[in-house]
């Protein structure tokens, strides 16, 4: 084998360790801890069910807004209750109070 060969075969290894850590810090930061995302809690405290949210502003949005707060920066202030200021996921939960079905507005 050439030496260029071997460089592009070095070079493609390292790509793939890059990725794998990648993929597995990921996994590590979405499972890390047990107790339910701080955005589900946040839906309660404002009367909202999931499948309420999900009513109102559909289910990508919901299913982003749980991405979002998995690998958000601040979900261990939240997860101690203490709400970050500007937390990603305000504009969702916001517009699925808004538009929420009728049975969850007496709730709030």
Do not use: Y
């Amino acid at each position: 084998m050439d030496t260029v060969g071997v460089l592009i075969g070095m070079a493609w290894l390292a790509i793939g360790a890059v990725m794998l850590a990648g993929t597995v810090g990921a996994f590590r930061k979405a499972w890390s801890s047990g107790a339910p995302l701080p955005l589900f809690r946040e839906l309660a405290r404002r009367g909202l069910t999931p499948e309420r949210a999900e009513d109102a502003v559909g289910m990508t949005q919901l299913a982003c807004a749980m991405r979002r707060c998995t690998f958000c920066a601040a979900r261990q202030q939240c997860e101690r209750g203490v709400a970050p200021v500007d937390c990603p996921n305000e504009d969702l939960l916001r517009r699925a109070a808004l538009f929420a079905p009728a049975s969850a507005a007496g709730k709030s």
